[in-house]
């Protein structure tokens, strides 16, 4: 989630998957949820530097796709799962701190 992370921004830089063409789980949604649009793969493929191009992006995959919603989904329900089997195979207190570690918030 890194393309619309503050954190993630103050310590390598703002929307960088684009900048570096990178196809991360957001990007590779935005396009299949509109494959006859593009412009995530037009931008990709120009790799901005300037935020100009990397802000109409996200906010295209926020808006129009919503996958920052859907990839939130998806980190929910995968959590959710490994949860529901840590508990099955009778719990693991380090297990579950690293789960809370990696847990995401909208």
Not at 67 to 96: C, H, W
């Amino acid at each position: 989630m890194n393309l619309q992370s503050d954190q993630y921004t103050n310590t390598k830089g703002f929307a960088d998957d684009l900048s570096e063409g990178k196809f991360s789980f957001p990007i590779v949604h935005g396009i299949l949820e509109q494959p006859e649009n593009q412009l995530i793969m037009n931008i990709l493929q120009k790799r901005p530097k300037t935020p100009t191009l990397k802000h109409h992006a996200i906010e295209y995959l926020k808006n129009t796709t919503k996958s920052f919603d859907y990839t939130l989904a998806v980190l929910n329900k995968l959590e959710q799962q490994a949860r529901r089997e840590l508990e099955r195979l009778g719990g693991n207190p380090m297990l579950s701190a690293l789960l809370d570690k990696l847990h995401v918030d909208a």
